[in-house]
Structures are given as structure tokens and as C-alpha cells.
């Protein structure tokens, strides 16, 4: 974060210094390609505050799962090991009748569910790993192989984030209120709202920035979201 405080500490020194009643701009104008390269430095900077940002939510949303499936009711300290059947040996008569056909498990909802979980994880590793175009493809092909699975939530507020890192903001604005019409209930939606505002804020619509981030914060008041939000509305004051 110390690298983030810098980017607007530039950003700060260079407004100064390009004021029109500066006194560096009176006395001895800047060269125009030390500005460029200073600003090309501080889109590389935030850029890799972006990158930052989303490896956190990475981490952070890891660990909430982990949390979940550890408070849940009857979750085992250590799996036993699988009980082994003994084989039963059919009659001499019957071994040679042919029995009913069983049905195939292939598509059982615990095979179904583990391969949801699969390709979930590998989008999310696409993502992890910064691959955010191969992530966007990952997640458009989960969202249409899982329209109604459990993670369908989840998986497209990560849609929204790979959008948002790749700097498309208008996708990732698309998807993160895809996110709320369609799942309203989502544990994802104070992070989808914080979101939209800092895309706002990006857009130069400050005004309807300070509207999302402003609802945030009376809606979901407790969560690190409603925080991280109140502290972007006093630097749009």
C-alpha cells in the first residue's frame, strides 16, 4: 500500500507543479517528456495496485469458504477411512443369469457438484495467476455450463473482478449489476457495490459514485466493503 500512497503522491506533486500559478510553471516550465514518463510510471504503479488488490480478494474470498465449510454442522476433524464391502458371492444357479440393467451414475448431482467445484477452481486460478483474459473466457464458459449451480453467485462477481482488472470497466460494471438483479441474495454484493463505485469514480461520475458507495454503507453497515467504502466518500468530499 506504500507503493499506492506514492502513485497519489505524484499525482499531487505533478497537479502542483503543472498549476497555471505555480511558481515552477512561471519560473522554469517542466519538459514535456519528464511529465509523460512520470505519468507513464504512475499508470504502471496503478495498475499494479489493481493487480494487488484482486490477489487480496482472492485470498480473502479462499479463506471465507474455508471458514464456512469448517463452522459447517458436521464437518469431520479427519475423514475416516471408506468402509470396504465384503463381496458377496451369488448362488451357483444365478451366476450365469443376467440381472437388471443399474443405472449409471455418471451424471449423479455429487459428480455433477464436483465438477462444478473443478472448473470453478481453474477460473479461479486463471485469475489468481493474472491471466485475466483466459479468467473472463473461464468464467463466461462456467456461467453457461452452470446457469443454476450454487456457485453461479460467486462466479459472476469474479467475472466482474476480471473484467475490472483488465481495466474493461463497462463489462465489469455489465456484470456486477448482472450480480444483483439476478442474485440479490449473494454474500458478493457489498464487494460488487464497492466495485461500481470505484468504476465510477474511475468514469468521472462522481456523483453517482458517492450514491453507490453511500447505499453500501447503509445497507450492508457491517461488512470490511461498508469500510473500505466510507473511506473512498471522504476522499470525494
Known amino acids: 500500500m506504500a507503493r499506492y500512497g506514492f502513485v497519489w503522491l505524484m499525482v499531487l506533486v505533478l497537479g502542483v507543479w503543472l498549476s497555471p500559478g505555480s511558481v515552477c510553471a512561471q519560473e522554469d516550465p517542466p519538459d514535456n517528456e519528464l511529465i509523460l514518463e512520470l505519468f507513464q510510471r504512475i499508470e504502471q504503479l496503478e495498475a499494479e495496485v489493481r493487480q494487488i488488490r484482486g490477489e487480496l480478494e482472492l485470498q480473502r474470498y479462499q479463506l471465507e469458504t474455508f471458514i464456512r465449510e469448517r463452522a459447517a454442522p458436521g464437518y469431520p476433524a479427519s475423514p475416516p477411512p471408506p468402509a470396504v464391502p465384503p463381496v458377496a458371492r451369488p448362488p451357483e444357479e444365478s451366476r450365469s443369469q443376467p440381472g437388471p440393467a443399474q443405472p449409471s451414475s455418471a451424471a449423479s448431482p455429487a459428480v455433477a457438484a464436483s465438477t462444478e ?83 465510477y469514480t474511475e468514469q468521472g461520475d462522481v456523483a453517482r459514485a458517492r450514491d453507490v458507495l453511500q447505499r453500501l454503507v447503509q445497507v450492508y453497515p457491517n461488512t470490511q466493503a461498508a469500510s473500505l467504502a466510507e473511506r473512498r466518500l471522504q476522499s470525494l468530499r
Open 117 to 199: 467445484q473443478a472448473e470453478f477452481d481453474a477460473a479461479l486460478g486463471e485469475l489468481r495467476e493474472g491471466r485475466y483474459p483466459e479468467a473472463i473466457t473461464a468464467w463466461q464458459r462456467f456461467l453457461q455450463a452452470h446457469p443454476n449451480g450454487g456457485l453461479v453467485g460467486d462466479a459472476q462477481y469474479w467475472l466482474g473482478e476480471a473484467y475490472y482488472l483488465s481495466r474493461d470497466y463497462n463489462a465489469a460494471k455489465e456484470a456486477f449489476i448482472v450480480l444483483g438483479l439476478n442474485h440479490p441474495k449473494s454474500g458478493r454484493l457489498p464487494d460488487a457495490l464497492l466495485k461500481l463505485g470505484y468504476i
